[in-house]
């Protein structure tokens, strides 16, 4: 079976795209590809998110912050799902993905943006790997050859209303 591919963007390509890129191509099994990009990119991965994976078993050598340009250009892979992590990316115009994807929403706050020590920071951290853990458990449960085009998007959107770790909701 040819693994599915996903994209997962936020505006710098550094804290919650590289989690959730990291746990879609460990939790997906080879049914799903992740990469994950950013419209604005930084120049590294944020150490933290690294650090957070690092103790979670997770090999972080090939993990990036990327353009989304290098997606949409011709010879990018073909994307399934195309998946925003952040408001701000989600707001932004975005490029014209090839093969028309599927897009959602899953926006949770930016474990980067934490301004507490390095113990608040690795909490914040902590809260977003969980909540793109479950969402993409959710995800990876759906038998999406089992649903419509309607269903699989109203399930798809839901998964994006998972409370976020340690929120009120």
Not at 5 to 20: F, H
Not at 57 to 81: E, Q, R, T
Not at 104 to 133: I, M, S
Request: net charge negative.
């Amino acid at each position: 079976m040819t693994p599915r591919n996903i994209l997962i963007l936020c505006t710098g390509n550094s804290a919650r795209s590289i989690l959730a890129e990291a746990l879609v191509n460990r939790l997906g099994q080879g049914r799903w590809r992740a990469f994950s990009a950013g419209s604005h990119p930084k120049s590294a991965p944020n150490p933290f998110a690294l650090e957070l994976l690092r103790a979670e078993g997770f090999d972080v050598s090939g993990l990036g912050s990327k353009s989304w340009d290098a997606f949409a250009a011709p010879g990018a892979p073909v994307m399934d799902l195309v998946v925003t992590v952040c408001d701000d990316a989600a707001g932004e115009a975005c490029p014209v993905w090839p093969g028309g994807p599927m897009t959602a929403h899953w926006g949770l706050p930016d474990p980067a943006a934490e301004a507490g020590g390095d113990a608040d920071k690795r909490r914040a951290f902590r809260r977003a790997y969980v909540t793109l853990e479950a969402r993409i458990r959710a995800f990876l449960a759906l038998d999406a050859e089992a649903l419509d085009a309607v269903a699989l998007r109203r399930a798809v959107d839901a998964i994006g209303r998972i409370p976020a770790a340690g929120s009120d909701e």
